[in-house]
């Protein structure tokens, strides 16, 4: 059985303050054992939150480099997050692919460095509304998956520390969340590309999280179904309703 997942992603938001109040919201909250959290603060905050947050809560950058140390103004390596207690960081989200220009083998060279170097990945992959509306969905998502599998190849020890998060673009920020048979397709899909591109053991394995516009309400429905082991949320984040995401299946 996969351990159920919920991630939070920060993005560029919050302060000291505001995100000192989110700590101490889920310092304080009952949250399900049965569920792995994980934060993702903006780089700024990492330690503040990692030396204030309850050790049953993990942190994750955001971001990482693909290079060990050196001439990289304004990035973060794989060692300094290590050495700084960070044991995750999203790679691939729309954000960066769109606004910073990743590309697919961008992505693929940073997820196998930080899983080098002991990092787990939440690494994001979804298509834009026209993609959809053309039909190119799945393989949009297969495409991207592709170029990660070239990286990683059909190792299941790498593959272990990578959880898929599915984040349809149109999806995310806009309030309009999948339904739960859009979001169940595209996981069903991911879960049989695995199966037949990687291995079935890693299919069964591996954790898929749907992410955009998850919220305390929509989320149970979501969580039900057979394919989707998680959420990567972002907006609800923010707010002390991440607490009822994370213990959806209460
Ligand atoms: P929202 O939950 O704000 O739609 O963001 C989703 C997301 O991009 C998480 O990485």
Not at 13 to 24: L, P
Not at 34 to 62: H, M
Not at 197 to 216: D, M, W
Request: net charge negative; hydrophobic share 40%; charged share 20%.
């Amino acid at each position: 059985p996969r351990k159920f997942f919920v991630g939070g992603n920060f993005k560029m938001n919050g302060t000291i303050k505001s995100i000192k109040a989110i700590v101490d919201n889920l310092n304080q909250a009952n949250l399900d054992s049965n569920v792995e959290v994980v934060v993702a603060p903006p780089a700024l905050y990492l330690l503040l939150v990692r030396d204030s947050l309850k050790a049953q809560i993990e942190v994750a950058a955001q971001n990482v480099y693909d290079q060990p140390d050196g001439a990289f103004t304004g990035e973060i390596s794989a060692h300094q997050l290590g050495d700084s207690n960070i044991t995750w960081t999203i790679l691939g989200h729309s954000e960066r692919r769109t606004l910073l220009g990743e590309s697919d083998a961008v992505v693929s060279s940073k997820t196998k460095y930080a899983l080098d170097n002991g990092l787990g990945v939440i690494w994001c992959c979804g298509e834009t509304l026209e993609q959809r509306e053309a039909s190119l969905t799945v393989a949009v998502v297969t495409g991207q998956l592709a170029s990660l599998k070239e990286t990683l190849g059909t190792d299941a020890a790498a593959w272990a520390k990578v959880v898929i998060a599915y984040e349809p673009i149109w999806a995310i920020g806009t309030g309009k969340v999948a339904t739960t048979e859009q979001a169940q397709e595209v996981h069903a899909a991911i879960r049989n590309w695995l199966s037949d591109k990687v291995s079935p053991a890693v299919a069964e394995a591996t954790r898929i999280l749907y992410g955009g516009s998850v919220n305390e309400k929509n989320c149970k429905d979501l969580a039900k179904q057979a394919d989707i082991d998680g959420f990567l949320v972002g907006g609800a984040s923010l707010k002390p309703g991440f607490v009822e995401i994370v213990n959806c299946n209460l």
